[in-house]
């Protein structure tokens, strides 16, 4: 990308920063528009909390665009996890029901369903990991007439593979199921069509590579999933007027908004703005492209060192997360603070190292970091 926009980042000026799975840091124009809002806060307390509410109308706009679905249908919350819980406890289960997902899905999507076996007695259908990868079939055979849930990351955190969503989404409604995705590895690096793969429900959340604060969690309700899930985390915001103080047996909003339970965190929302504001103005296609060439780049400098590449690398499974393990033996752990020594940022996730470029690095970067690599 540009010197431009890499000169919005801070953090690249230190380090290879190749850690926007973890966190992303944040572009300066977020950090001037959280500061703005802070200061207006100090200045003028309460008096321009309607802009405050257009400026979060004006996120959940930008990411509907992002995901191709109506902005109606997108509620902030404060965490993936959150949403994954909501919707948790929003459904109606008995025992006997099931839930399909992944071996190594992030606990954010894991917890919550456990819950459920747990508390109702439903059972949790897990497909296996082989080798860095999932076989969609395999996935797909463990649906049947009791499947309420299919519950996937879109990228996986642990290897960067990326799920089939159309396959997958075709598969749960034939079965009446709904369709659940953690979008947090992916939007950012890539767009999304939730609506074109038939997903009910997404969860994900600002701070990774959308680069924008933590604090601002994503809940997609489809109008399907609308109607079957009960919206368990209710508050104030949460009906169709709620500056009529008057009216308490009003109904809940009739959309994903109905989730929105009370006040949010304005001063994030200004910087979410910027960075989706950002993203746009490049266009999430052309950083999808970017990325490829970028982690492409990355595995060619793999090649012939003492390590082995665990992330999928067929163009219809990767990501721009590229997981690798030392052949001989060495822990992630002590390769990731080696690495750190050198101004090199990346992750050990479980017995892997998981490197993740985003769209403010250059190859200058992916050399640094194979030079830094321990052999
Ligand atoms: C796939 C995935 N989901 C969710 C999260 C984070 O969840 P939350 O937004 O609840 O902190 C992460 C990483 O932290 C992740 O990798």
Redesign the pocket.
């Known amino acids: 990308m540009t010197p431009e926009i890499r000169s919005l980042f801070a953090a690249t000026e230190h380090y290879a920063y190749l850690n926007s ?3 992303s840091p944040m572009p300066r124009t977020a950090i001037e528009a959280v500061n703005w809002q802070l200061n207006d806060v100090a200045k003028y307390g309460s008096e321009h909390y309607p802009e405050w509410v257009k400026t979060k109308g004006r996120c959940r706009d930008l990411l509907a665009g992002m995901v191709n679905v109506s902005p109606e249908h997108i509620a902030f919350m ?7 819980a909501a919707v948790a406890a929003g459904l109606d289960w008995k025992a006997g029901d099931n839930i399909v997902t992944f071996a190594n ?5 894991f917890y919550p369903w456990r819950r459920v076996r747990d508390r109702f007695g439903v059972e949790l259908r897990i497909c296996p990991e082989r080798d860095g990868r999932y076989e969609t079939d395999e996935l797909l055979d463990m649906i049947d007439s009791n499947t309420r849930v299919v519950a996937v ?1 879109a ?4 290897s960067g593979y990326r799920a089939d969503l159309e396959t997958i989404g075709n598969a749960a409604r034939a079965a009446d199921a709904l369709f659940a995705v ?1 979008i ?2 992916g939007l950012g690096q890539m767009g999304f069509d939730l609506d074109g793969a038939k997903v009910d429900i997404a ?3 600002s ?2 590579w959308l680069c924008a604060p ?1 604090g601002c ?1 994503i809940l997609y309700v489809s109008a399907r999933a609308r109607e079957r899930v009960d919206p368990a985390f209710v508050g104030w915001i949460s009906v169709e007027t709620p500056w009529d103080f008057e009216d308490r047996e009003q109904p809940f909003k009739p959309n994903a908004l109905a989730w929105e339970s009370g006040t949010g965190p304005s001063s994030l929302f200004y910087g979410l703005e910027q960075s989706l504001t950002l993203l746009n103005s490049v266009g999430l296609a052309n950083i999808r492209s970017y990325l490829t060439e970028l982690s492409g780049y990355l595995c060619e400098r793999l090649a012939g060192t003492n390590y082995r590449i665990i992330s999928s690398r067929e163009p219809s499974e990767a990501t721009a997360i590229v997981c690798i393990e030392h052949l001989g033996g060495m822990h992630c752990s002590e390769i990731a603070e080696r690495l750190r020594a050198a101004g090199v940022i990346v992750s050990p996730r479980g017995e892997r190292l998981r490197i993740a470029p985003h769209f403010y690095n250059n190859k200058e970067d992916i050399d640094r970091l194979i030079d830094a690599l321990p052999e």
């Open positions: 799975a973890a966190v404060r965490n993936t996890s959150d949403g994954f899905e992030f606990p954010a999507n990351s990228v996986q955190f642990a953690d947090i590895q969860a994900g959340a701070h990774k933590e969690g």
